[in-house]
Nanobody, 119 residues
Framework: QVQLVESGGGLVQAGGSLRLSCAVS????????MGWFRQAPGKEREFVAA????????VAADSVKGRFTMSRDNAKNTVYLQMNSLKPEDAAVYYC????????????WGQGTQVTVSS
């Protein structure tokens, strides 16, 4: 069973930055594609970004392109989401997700970490 543990959430002012981390255990990390999703109160969970097994390919939602960067460190079994120029509308619970093989509907989910952005 794959376990995903997010960290790094918190309160930040608009325009500020946060880096989320997701530590992965239970399966060979390099066989997993990884992603981040978020869910704000009263809204559906939405895709934020994803990265392939090697880190050589990433995709991101239009709403975060140019501000958020996803990366991974296969030696540390960890993925990161660097969030810059945060806006109040970025406030949400951020979830780490993993999928065996190529990216698609996740097979595994973390518990989430709260990001709050004050205006």
């Amino acid at each position: 069973q794959v376990q995903l543990v997010e960290s790094g959430g918190g309160l930040v002012q608009a325009g500020g930055s946060l880096r989320l981390s997701c530590a992965v255990s239970g399966r060979t990390f390099s066989t997993l594609s990884m992603g981040w999703f978020r869910q704000a109160p009263g809204k559906e969970r939405e895709f934020v970004a994803a990265i392939n097994w090697s880190g050589g390919s990433t995709v991101a939602a239009d709403s975060v392109k140019g501000r958020f960067t996803m990366s991974r460190d296969n030696a540390k079994n960890t993925v990161y989401l660097q969030m810059n120029s945060l806006k109040p509308e970025d406030a949400a619970v951020y979830y780490c997700a993993a999928r065996r093989g190529s990216w698609g509907t996740p097979h595994y989910w973390g518990q989430g970490t709260q990001v709050t952005v004050s205006s």
